[in-house]
Structures are given as C-alpha cells and as structure tokens.
C-alpha cells in the first residue's frame, strides 16, 4: 500500500502506485493534524472577525463577509461556479495522481479540511471512481482551481464521474462504487481547489515516462553508432572527467557500457577523424536533458509535499494567514524546462535517422533499401520524425511567461502551468515517436552490418525489435511498425532487454 503523510512523497511512487492498482491510505498519527487544524476553522467560525475562505467571498469578493448560515452554501457555490473547465477530458491516470497529490498536500494539516472529506476523496482512488476533468481551463494561480473544482463537484455528487471503464453522473459513480457525496463545511471547497496538483499530476506521470525516454535515447543511439560505424573516441570517461557535468558522465558511462563488445564500434578502422556532433556529442546533449530532468524531479517532489492552498492555517499557534503558496510559477517552470529538455533528445535523434537514411552520410544504401529507386525504403519516415520536431519547437515556447490578470485584477499574475504540463505531455509522446523511428532505422542499418560484431546488449535490443518487425526487404505499410516499436519504448520493454545484461542505466 501507499501511506499518505504530506511529507514524504515521491512523484515515482505516485505513478507506480496508480499504474500497479496499490491500494492508498491515509496515516493515522497525521490524521490528528488534520483534526486539529479543523478544530481551528471552528473556533474561527464563532468569531466575528472575517476570516478569508471562512466566512468571506473568494478573490476579489474576499471582502465581502458571508453569514454563518450560509457557509455550507458558500462552499457548494465554490465548487459548482469553478467547474468551467473545457476540451478533452485528462487523462484517468492524470485525475487519479491528481487526487492522491492533492490529499497528500492536505495531509499536512494546515487546510482545515475534516477528515471524513480526505477519506472520501482516497475511496476514489481506491474504488476506481474517477472524476471527469476537462483538460483547459487552468491558469496555475489561486492553483488548478479548473480542474480541481472539476474534481471536488464528484465528492459532492456533481458532474460526471468514470466508474471503472464507464462514464456516468457522479452521484451514480459513486453509488455504484458504494460511496457517498458529502456536504462540504466552511474552507473545505476552498481547501479543496486551492492547489496545484492538476499541473503537478501531469508533470510526475511526464518525469515516470520521461525517465524511460532519457536511457532508452542512450540505447537507441548506442545501434545508431554500430550502424554508423561510430567513433568511440568521445566516449572515453576522461573527457567527460574534465567537464564533469554529472549528466554526461552517467550518458557517456551509459554508451560505453551498451556497447562493450562491440567491434563494429570498438573493433572498427576508422577513416575518418570525428563524428558529426549528433553521434560525437551524445553524452553532452543527453545529459544535458538529464541534468534538466534531476532539477524538475527535485522541484516536484518538493512540490508534492508542501501546503499549496490559502489560507494557510499554523493550529499550534492558533493562525491563519493568507499567502500565495497556490501559485505554480516553481512547477510552471519547471515543466517548460522539461519540455525543452526532451524536445532536445527528439531534436537530435531526428539528425541520427538523416544520417542513417542518407548515402552521403551512412555508407549504407540509399535509404535503407535493399533495391532504392524501385523502393523508397525509409525515405519518408524522416519525413515524420522532421515534423514531429519542428511541432515540437513551437510546443516547446515556454507557458510560463505568460500571464494574464484574472478575478477583477486581484490576481494579476499567473503561472500558465497547467499549459506547460499539457504540453510537455505531447512534447514527450512526439519524442517517443521519434525515437521509435530511429530505432527503426538503425535495426535496419545493421541488416548491412556484420552482426555477428554487435555487442550482447545491442544485439538484445535489435532480436527484441525484429521479434515484431522483419527487416524491410519492399516498401510495405509501415505506420503499423512504428507504432509496434513505440510500444516497446514506452512499455520499457527496449530498456529492459539491455538491463538484463548489463544491469541498470543511469
């Protein structure tokens, strides 16, 4: 199972838990917390004094005081004005991570939320009850108020909900899942959408993949250099001692350990002097992207673990201040960095298939076709791989400088985060595309290589590749096969073959 405490989350066991069906549960010894800083909101009710998200209006209506009677109604308004979202529905696996993000945050005990409320929204999770949210909406200030209305409206049997693999009316979903809608009390709708793990879900369930898609780059690059004929030379650990980026250290590691034993590498005369930079400078352009990965995995697990919403209640010393802790401009940020990062690996993975596919380049027939000119071989899957990364180029402008006002004024600058996490989330799948392509086409190149001379781990990854794709021997339909060998990368199936011989990448 995966315990809840608010304090010790990591965006990896998010995503492994939800992908595994783990079951998630709440700690107890944080629970009275949770319960003390209720206690706190109901002291404050018995108070005259306005207190912002207790008894007041919300933004720009914060000044405006709310009665006693009307606090419940005042949380359900909350909820119901703030689901607004439009566009394709997130992902389910998104909503789940969002869910257990957000009752993770609030597992801290400065929300003010009561427990039966967090049980409720873990029964979710664990009742495979999952809210429908539509994807735009979210400016990432005063957090994913959007989706995370969208979110809270099921705990109140509003909008739709999935229940299993059907769409339905969420009090229906959570009828069948034997759950019951609560009547949400005063700061708990607030303490609800006040957050910014829409954007946060989206970057872990990136950072699990991205981290697939960074050390399969390094194997696929790795059959890339055996079909070239690469240099080996840029490999050697005491370049990348002089300039120790700990990125390309672990990249240029990574390279030599795939390929030890390889003589179309290693045993190879070379005519020539250098590499072109794309073979040449993999352990710098992949670490690179893999430093930029350890800095947004550190920034989001801090993220995950910290109180995101407003007003923040301190219950030992009977506070409550308002703050700006659901402003996602540390989270917006890092996911345009991440985008950039990975648009990087599809960039220069797209020049590796150019060269494999070009004869003035390769050394190899023109396209990789055994009779070129009556076939066009892998002519055109360059074609696609080019603007997979030119689409990338425009996605990867960064959200995060944008803003504009919302709430009359009040909130006059946003973090776009949500809009860097949805396009980092198709950044990636363009990248794993990419890479299936030059997958394809370095297996192909090896076809007019001596086999026999590959080394054990590439030679793993290349019987993986032709266990569901022959060699091309005639043009044939072949968007089929890329996607048969998208699977395999995504699925980690490519990683693992080179991992059982050689033990993990770094």
């Known amino acids: 199972m995966l315990k809840l405490s608010g304090s010790d989350l990591s965006g990896h066991d998010v995503v492994s838990a939800i992908r595994q069906e783990v079951p998630i549960v709440l700690d107890p010894k944080q629970l009275k917390k949770v319960q003390q800083a209720r206690k706190l909101v109901e002291q404050l009710l018995l108070q005259a004094t306005p207190v912002y998200g207790i008894n007041t209006g919300f933004g720009k209506l914060a000044e405006r005081s709310i009665c006693s009677s009307d606090v419940a109604a005042l949380q359900r308004n909350l909820i119901l004005s703030h689901s607004c979202g439009v566009g394709p529905a997130l992902d389910r696996e998104i909503v789940k991570a969002m869910i257990v993000l957000r009752a993770n945050a609030l597992m801290k005990g400065h929300s003010g939320i009561r ?8 029964d979710l999770v664990n009742r495979d009850v999952t809210p429908m949210i539509p994807a735009q909406g979210s400016v990432g200030a005063s957090g994913d108020l959007v989706p995370l209305a969208h979110m809270s409206a099921t705990l109140i049997g509003e909008g739709q909900a999935y229940y299993k693999d059907q769409l339905y009316p969420s009090a229906q979903a959570l009828e069948l899942a034997g759950l019951q809608p609560v009547t949400l009390e005063a700061k708990e709708g607030l303490a609800l959408i006040n957050g910014t793990q829409a954007m946060t879900a989206q970057g872990v369930v990136a950072l699990y993949d991205g981290k697939i898609v960074l050390q399969t780059a390094d194997v696929v690059s790795a059959l890339t250099m055996e ?36 003589d179309l590498v290693f045993g190879q005369h070379h005519d020539r002097i250098q590499d072109a930079y794309s073979l040449r400078c993999i352990p710098q352009i992949h670490g690179a992207s893999k430093d930029a990965y350890s800095y947004v995995e550190q920034v989001l697990n801090i993220e995950i673990n910290s109180v995101t919403d407003n007003p923040i209640l301190f219950s030992d010393e009977g506070d409550v201040i308002s703050a700006g802790n659901f402003h996602g401009q540390p989270v917006a940020l890092a996911l345009d960095f991440l985008g ?9 993975s797209e020049r590796r298939v150019e060269r494999l596919v070009n004869p003035q ?46 709430s009359a004024n009040q909130e006059d600058h946003v973090s776009m985060g949500s809009i860097a996490a949805r396009k980092l989330h198709s950044i990636l799948a ?42 091309l021997e005639q043009d044939r339909f072949l968007e089929p096969e890329i996607k048969i060998v998208r699977d395999l990368i995504v699925s980690g199936k490519v990683l693992r073959a080179v991992e059982g011989i050689i033990g993990n990448l770094e």
Do not use: W
């Open 115 to 122: 427990v039966e409320v967090l049980e409720l929204l873990i």
């Open 227 to 262: 079909a070239l004929l690469g240099i080996p030379n840029s490999l050697d650990p005491r370049v990348h001692e002089v300039r120790p980026h700990q990125g390309q250290i672990a990249t240029a590691s990574n390279l030599r350990r795939i390929l030890e034993g390889s």
């Open 430 to 471: 363009n990248v794993q595309n990419i890479l299936a392509i030059e997958l394809l086409c370095a297996c192909q190149g090896l076809e007019f290589r001596d086999r026999t001379r590959l080394a054990p781990a590439t030679q793993a990854v290349y019987e993986l590749v032709r266990e569901h794709v022959p060699p």
């Open 340 to 348: 950039i990062a990975l648009a990087e690996i599809g960039n220069v």
């Open 361 to 406: 380049l390769s050394g190899l027939p023109p396209f990789l076709a055994q009779h070129s000119g009556l076939n066009s071989g892998y002519m055109i899957v360059q074609y696609t791989a080019a603007a997979l990364v030119s689409e990338n180029k425009v996605l990867a402008h960064p959200a995060s400088v944008d803003s504009i006002p919302t």
